[in-house]
């Protein structure tokens, strides 16, 4: 079926650097895709998020860049800190499928200090 | 500002036995989501509720059932517990189709 999948399991960064986590997914019809952070015995998170009508929009450290012709999805973080450790989803929805998300494979961020 | 409420954060059940996860979403919001998370697994949607009527389904099995009530809490009944029914629990709102916000999970440990 139609799925949200990550690249890379896991991302290793120093602090202070930027950030880029990706996102593929298969579904031609998304039309509303959003990042979630997750930390440790907590819930997902909202970041930020984006509609099919955008390619791009930021938020405070954070940008989303959607490419639809190759349906794919990023989210950059600016000036990665010890806190942004955590894992990261995309997650996509579409009009067929409701308001229903599905999540992509997460993405383990490690911030080094 | 208001976030989903999940009872209990913990859970630990027994084989065959029964459990109820609770769910209190952000005041307005008008639909209820249940997200099953398997170990270094990503959410997969169970369920959800709009205005209080099954709206969606998904991967839930007929041994799990789930409800929203007047005060639009809802509660998510699983039956007949097994051990790959232990994972973590999550219960997301939303308001127009918007950003599901999540709550905190309920951690199921069936022993």
């Known amino acids: 079926g139609e799925s949200v999948g990550l690249h890379l399991p896991t991302l290793s960064v120093q602090e202070g650097d930027n950030s880029i986590i990706n996102c593929a997914y298969s579904n031609s019809a998304s039309d509303y895709f959003i990042w979630y952070k997750q930390e440790s015995g907590k819930g997902p998170q909202f970041i930020i998020d984006i509609r099919s009508n955008m390619d791009k929009r930021q938020g405070q450290r954070v940008t989303v860049l959607l490419n639809k012709t190759v349906k794919h999805l990023s989210l950059q973080i600016a000036a990665t800190q010890p806190g942004d450790s955590a894992v990261y989803f995309c997650?996509?929805?579409?009009?067929?499928?409701?308001?229903?998300?599905?999540f992509g494979e997460g993405t383990q961020l490690t911030v080094n200090p | 500002a208001a976030g989903v409420i999940q009872s209990p954060r913990h859970l630990i059940k027994e084989k065959r036995e029964t459990a109820t996860l609770k769910c209190y979403p952000i005041p307005r919001h008008d639909t209820v989501y249940w997200y099953q998370q398997g170990p270094g697994q990503d959410p997969q949607f169970l369920i959800s509720?709009?205005?209080?009527?099954?709206?969606d389904k998904g991967s839930i099995p007929d041994r799990f059932s789930a409800q929203q009530f007047s005060d639009y809490h809802s509660e998510l009944n699983m039956s007949s517990l097994e051990l790959g029914d232990s994972a973590l629990y999550f219960c997301a709102s939303s308001f127009w189709g918007r950003a599901l916000h999540f709550g905190n999970g309920t951690r199921l440990t069936v022993t």
């Open positions: 997650a996509e929805t579409s009009e067929t499928s409701g308001s229903r998300l599905t």
């Open positions: 509720f709009y205005e209080k009527m099954q709206s």
